[in-house]
């Protein structure tokens, strides 16, 4: 049974341009979390979804920042018009569908925006 | 804002029992305390979590105060590979379901 995979590892960007971050859910596992950590400090959660549904988005900034869990395919985190802040690790968890299950997390994607 | 609160940093050598604390005075009767770990920026790792009772799996076990305000991480024959940041975490079970991260232990193994 596969992990939960993150891709790409490693993004990088320039000020201004989009980056989307993708992440594939262990098999069978229908909830999907996402946290940010920036550099030196520890993990902040950002949103949390279920297929098709955004259930809980308090940590998102409000601006530049969505999520999406579609019925078919990969959670994708985007970033748009991203700026220096956003350098970080992101990190991807999913647990399986009821409530107070164990969250795995991914090995993470690497943001750098020159 | 985290509910526990753990020591920066621990030393432990190679092949002895780490024992990680953790201080969850706050901690009400539907919580849970998880832990998990980060080896060198890599994506935490869940290691076990309880309620009241004692806890053991093949990684480690899990000890609870009788009135649950503390609890202690057990690893009983650290390795190097062991080396980390331990995380404490408190989570409730009425539909948050979160995860807090604080500052947590940074745990080295000493060979």
């Known amino acids: 049974n596969a992990g939960v995979m993150q891709n790409p590892r490693h993004l990088v960007r320039r000020r201004g341009q989009e980056a989307r971050l993708r992440c594939s859910p262990m098999?069978?596992?229908?909830?999907v979390y996402w946290y940010r950590q920036l550099p030196e400090e520890g993990l902040k959660f950002m949103v949390y979804l279920q297929k098709e549904n955004i259930i809980d988005e308090s940590g998102m900034p409000k601006e530049r920042f969505s999520a999406e869990f579609p019925k078919e395919g990969p959670s994708i985190l985007r970033i748009q018009q991203v700026v220096r802040g956003d350098s970080a690790a992101y990190f991807c968890?999913?647990?399986?569908?009821?409530?107070?299950?164990?969250?795995?997390f991914g090995p993470g994607t690497r943001l750098t925006v020159l | 804002d985290a509910k526990t609160t753990q020591p920066p940093s621990m030393d432990c050598a190679e092949g002895r029992a780490a024992n990680l604390p953790c201080n969850h005075s706050?901690?009400?009767?539907?919580?849970?305390v998880y832990w998990y770990r980060q080896i060198h920026s890599q994506g935490p790792q869940y290691i076990i979590h309880?309620?009241?009772n004692n806890e053991t799996n093949e990684m480690a076990s899990l000890i609870i105060t009788e009135d649950r305000k503390s609890s202690t991480l057990i690893l009983p024959h650290a390795t190097l590979r062991d080396t980390a940041v331990y995380y404490c975490?408190?989570?409730?079970?009425?539909?948050?379901?979160?995860?807090?991260f604080g500052t947590g232990t940074r745990l080295t193994i000493i060979p």
């Open positions: 975490i408190v989570r409730d079970n009425f539909g948050n379901e979160k995860l807090t």
């Open positions: 098999k069978g596992h229908s909830h």
């Open positions: 309880g309620l009241k």
């Open positions: 968890a999913s647990s399986p569908s009821q409530m107070m299950d164990t969250q795995y």
């Open positions: 706050t901690i009400s009767g539907n919580e849970y």
